[in-house]
């Protein structure tokens, strides 16, 4: 069987979302357990905090990925189109602000 | 907690945890919105970091639609100020049901040609399908309904809280000429992105707590692991089914969300 080889990109975003994935799950999943053995320590908060922090920032470290991969194949149209997607969600940060 | 009711058609489960939360624990809906951003964005990211590598993925088409996703999650909030709630619950039922018909009308017509070498566009796909044990090639259709279905399914992404393939995945099935395989793995790859701009707003206002996200999301990593399995080891007509049924119980849950 001939499957078409996977590009560069579909697996370099596998690996940022795996790695994104496992560091945020493992945190939520310590800090739960701190928080539910009665150490409402602040380590347990910041342990989560992280935790959410990592998981928010693995669609955008996602996207920031892409737009580097497609500007050295030098794919204009989609750096452009990616670089709007990270505005858009540099929008959001502003409006959280607001 | 939480019931993990991640399922692996593209869609990210909120439209289940949302109605859950809010109807039978009593968040406020602004919580149980961020609750579930937060749950999409977990699951799009081990769904998709588990499907990278098997081309069912179309990063092109799915970046493309980005824009109209994350375009329309930032204008939700403006969406919510000129539109009712409830105004909003009751038009997502009808539409709901109208696609879930439209898709059981279709349910034995099959978008892919089995011939790998035909042309498939700059926006088209090819992947190795099970089924007909082949690679199997797909053009897309009709990009304008398809770029306009993810504004809508962005825009109503922050409000409800939900990721939006309950709108694009029967949309680019039905009329954009996607195989529905092809269809859930975009889309689940492109609501983590839409999530993030929504939660991202929840979070700066103090309405994604941490401590109620974790539980949430742990749940819904769990199921939407079992989801994976049973997506990829079910035949497309029953997931056309699983998929129509899911539009037609969801439009119920959102008319008596709209009546409250």
């Known amino acids: 069987m001939n499957r078409p080889s996977p590009a560069r990109l579909e697996v370099m975003i596998g690996e940022v979302l795996r790695f994104g994935t496992m560091a945020s799950s493992a945190l939520f999943a310590i800090g739960l357990v701190m928080v539910l053995a009665g150490y409402q320590s602040r380590l347990a908060q910041a342990l989560l905090q992280a935790a959410l922090i990592i998981l928010l920032a693995t669609p955008a470290t996602r996207v920031i990925v892409s737009i580097i991969e497609y500007f050295r194949e030098r794919d204009w149209m989609f750096v452009v189109l990616t670089l709007v997607v990270l505005a858009a969600l540099a929008g959001s940060v502003v409006a959280s602000h607001l | ?260």
Not at chain 2, 96 to 106: E, Q
Not at chain 2, 116 to 130: I, K, N, Y
Not at chain 2, 154 to 182: E, Q, T
């Open chain 2, 1 to 260: 907690m939480a019931g993990a009711l991640g399922v692996a058609l593209g869609l990210g489960g909120g439209i289940f945890l949302v109605p859950f939360l809010t109807l039978a624990l009593g968040f406020p809906l602004k919580s149980a919105a961020a609750i579930s951003l937060s749950t999409v964005i977990a699951t799009s990211s081990s769904v998709s970091a588990r499907r990278a590598g098997n081309q069912l993925i179309n990063l092109r088409f799915g970046m493309t639609l980005e824009v109209a996703t994350t375009a329309g999650s930032l204008l939700g909030g403006i969406t919510a100020q000129l539109v009712a709630e409830s105004t909003l619950e009751r038009l997502f039922g009808v539409v709901a049901v109208a696609v879930a018909f439209v898709m059981l009308g279709r349910i034995n017509r099959r978008n892919v040609m089995v011939d790998p070498t035909v042309d498939t566009g700059r926006l088209g796909g090819r992947f190795h399908e099970a089924e007909s044990g082949g690679v199997v090639a797909y053009r897309i259709k009709r990009l304008p309904l398809a770029l306009f279905a993810s504004f809508i399914a962005g825009n109503v992404s922050s409000l409800l809280g939900i990721g939006g393939g309950i709108i694009k995945v029967p949309v680019l099935n039905a009329w954009c000429g996607m195989p529905l395989r092809a269809a859930a793995a975009t889309s689940a790859l492109m609501i983590g992105v839409t999530a993030t701009g929504g939660a991202i707003i929840y979070y700066g206002h103090g309405d994604l707590r941490p401590l109620l996200a974790a539980p949430a999301v742990l749940g819904v990593q769990a199921g939407s692991w079992a989801g994976t399995h049973i997506a990829e080891n079910a035949s497309v007509k029953w997931l056309k089914l699983l998929m129509s049924a899911l539009l037609l119980v969801v439009s119920v849950l959102m008319f008596v969300r709209s009546l409250r």
